[in-house]
């Protein structure tokens, strides 16, 4: 079964995360500034994945439990990653249980593209252009192969990390992300002969600027 792969300015920006998280839970609003603007972008595509134009409203909400329970916190970048992913996707679930409605997709795209980068090239923007056509058919797979895919190439978490966000084993997990790039793969026009192959590609052209 072919792995899916983190957005490489995922990977790249997990230390800046890390060391700004640390100062922030010393006291340094500006660090805290920055682990915001490294995380908000991806947890805000995951939401609105889930609660579609809520998304916004139930960040907000997120970030306040974030900021007050930062000092509880410990782990290193990726792990910070993954525990705000779990407090926006508990406050996305009590949202959706006040609204009385079923998770719905929403729009990744912008979300995307606005990924922090230092150096904003052009080839990085033709990169995540051409994400936009796959983003948008995140929309209709099945809940659970959306989210495992959003978690994994949006947010940028690894197996074991969405596994603990969604509450599942890593394998069902995994078994979700590839199914549903497989869809996207093949909806795409990239569908090989071999799985593998077929997630691989679908995972790229998803996160191309990795």
């Known amino acids: 079964m072919g792995q899916v792969r983190q957005p490489r300015r995922v990977q790249a920006y997990d230390g800046e995360l890390g060391a700004a998280v640390a100062r922030a839970q010393d006291g340094d609003e500006t660090a805290f500034a920055?682990?915001?603007?490294?995380?908000?972008?991806?947890?805000?595509?995951?939401?609105?994945?889930?609660?579609?134009?809520?998304?916004?409203?139930?960040?907000?909400?997120?970030?306040?439990?974030?900021?007050?329970?930062?000092?509880r916190f410990k782990g290193d970048g990726v792990g910070f990653r993954g525990w705000t992913?779990?407090?926006?996707r508990h406050r996305a679930l009590d949202h959706l249980r006040r609204q009385r409605v079923r998770p719905?997709?929403?729009?990744?795209?912008?979300?995307?593209?606005?990924?922090?980068?230092?150096?904003?090239?052009q080839e990085e923007a033709l990169e995540a252009l051409s994400?936009?056509?796959?983003?948008?058919?995140?929309?209709?797979?099945?809940?659970?192969?959306?989210?495992?895919v959003l978690l994994r190439v949006v947010v940028g978490l690894d197996g074991p990390?969405?596994?603990?966000?969604?509450?599942?084993?890593p394998g069902a997990v995994r078994t979700a992300a590839h199914r549903g790039l497989k869809r996207l793969a093949r909806q795409l026009g990239l569908a090989g002969e071999a799985d593998g192959g077929v997630t691989d590609e679908a995972s790229r052209t998803l996160g191309k600027s990795k």
């Not at 992913?85 to 926006?88: D, G, L």
């Not at 948008?136 to 959306?146: F, I, K, S, W, Y």
């Open 34 to 71: 920055v682990a915001y603007r490294i995380v908000q972008p991806g947890l805000l595509g995951y939401l609105r994945g889930l609660v579609g134009d809520d998304a916004e409203d139930v960040a907000s909400d997120a970030w306040l439990e974030i900021a007050r329970d930062l000092g």
């Open 85 to 88: 992913s779990t407090i926006a």
């Open 131 to 148: 994400t936009e056509r796959a983003l948008e058919l995140v929309r209709g797979l099945p809940r659970d192969q959306a989210e495992a």
């Open 161 to 169: 990390a969405a596994a603990r966000v969604l509450g599942k084993r």
């Open 104 to 121: 719905r997709a929403g729009g990744t795209e912008q979300d995307v593209l606005d990924l922090p980068s230092r150096h904003s090239t």
